[in-house]
């Protein structure tokens, strides 16, 4: 029997290393909340959660390797036109899903249309980037067995089953 796993429910605030705002829960009435060992949230950050209590509130810096990896100059491609949905209308920042060569589901931005051809990058938005979390631990429970048994919380700030 595997050992029971904790929810954790946090309130955040994301920036990136500029300082620049890039996302927040506390614009929301429920706190985020993940399953502790589930690869919900970036490593670094759950590895720091995992020392924090109910009440606690820090500063989480977190390095690009240890969030979104460092870019990977081989995903910035150039691909024809042609071969891409909507060809016509494709502006810089769209963004699209894709097969990649084992058959994964890849997501693709557009950095610049040119002409008959486009850079795209499948790298994540976020990839190089260091990032900082300042978090507030609002609470930490025991997972129930129907989430252990789904991989993800439940009910408020996690997921909801219908």
């Given at each position: 029997?595997?050992?029971?796993?904790?929810?954790?429910?946090?309130?955040?605030?994301?920036?990136?290393?500029?300082?620049?705002?890039?996302?927040?829960?506390?614009?929301?009435?429920?706190?985020?909340?993940?399953?502790?060992?589930?690869?919900?949230?970036?490593?670094?950050?759950?590895?720091?959660?995992?020392?924090?209590?109910?009440?606690?509130?820090?500063?989480?810096?977190?390095?690009?390797?240890d969030a979104y990896g460092v870019a990977d100059e081989?995903?910035?491609?150039?691909?024809?036109?042609?071969?891409?949905?909507?060809?016509?209308?494709?502006?810089?920042?769209?963004?699209f899903q894709a097969n990649g060569p084992n058959g994964?589901?890849?997501?693709?931005?557009?950095?610049?249309?040119?002409?008959?051809?486009?850079?795209?990058?499948?790298?994540?938005?976020?990839?190089?980037?260091?990032?900082?979390?300042?978090?507030?631990?609002?609470?930490?429970?025991?997972?129930?067995?129907e989430e252990m048994a789904h991989g993800h919380a439940?009910?408020?700030?996690?997921?909801?089953?219908?």
């Amino acid at each position: 029997m595997t050992a029971t796993k904790r929810v954790i429910s946090f309130h955040y605030t994301l920036t990136d290393s500029s300082g620049e705002v890039i996302d927040t829960s506390r614009d929301s009435d429920a706190p985020f909340s993940y399953l502790e060992g589930m690869s919900q949230i970036i490593p670094g950050l759950e590895k720091a959660m995992a020392l924090l209590s109910v009440g606690d509130q820090r500063k989480i810096e977190v390095a690009a390797a240890d969030a979104y990896g460092v870019a990977d100059e081989q995903l910035v491609v150039e691909v024809p036109r042609e071969k891409l949905p909507n060809s016509e209308e494709l502006a810089e920042g769209d963004q699209f899903q894709a097969n990649g060569p084992n058959g994964e589901m890849l997501l693709f931005r557009v950095l610049e249309v040119m002409g008959e051809s486009v850079k795209l990058d499948g790298n994540h938005p976020l990839a190089g980037e260091d990032l900082t979390f300042d978090v507030e631990v609002m609470a930490i429970r025991d997972a129930t067995p129907e989430e252990m048994a789904h991989g993800h919380a439940h009910g408020a700030g996690g997921h909801h089953h219908h």
